[in-house]
Structure formats: structure tokens, C-alpha cells
């Protein structure tokens, strides 16, 4: 899979899968996107936190920009 500079990410799954997720993520009142960006996050904070990365927050706007740094050996 491609991997752009934007702040897109776009990737192809099932229509059932989408479809259900769709219905999972109404039932809990949110976004595709809120949801996506929480889980990120959550993720990207647990596997990349402990040396040798670190993670900086370099803008404050919609795409919550985040830049990964790898800590000198």
C-alpha cells in the first residue's frame, strides 16, 4: 500500500466489514474518524514510547500531527 505525505489514509476492507462498522460506530455516537484517532493514538503511544522512539507533537490543528523520533544509540 502507497504511503503519501497528506494527512489521508486510505485503505479498502469488506463492504460487510464497513457496513458493520459503520452500524458499531453509530450505536457508540461516534466518527469513523474520532474513532480512528483515538485508536491511533493509543496505539502508536504504547508501541512507540519506550526507547528507541519517542514521539513529539509538532502542530496543533485537525490532523493532529505527530512526529516520530528515534533517540540517539
Known sequence: MARG????VVI???PILKRNLYLA?????TTLKD???ETAESFVEANL???PYR???VAENS???YSVKKDRE
Open 12 to 14: 479498502k476492507i469488506d
Open 5 to 8: 505525505k497528506s494527512g489521508r
Open 25 to 29: 460506530l453509530e450505536k457508540k455516537q
Open 63 to 65: 490532523t493532529n500531527a
Open 55 to 57: 514521539i513529539e507533537h
Open 35 to 37: 474513532w480512528f484517532l
Open 49 to 51: 514510547q519506550s526507547p
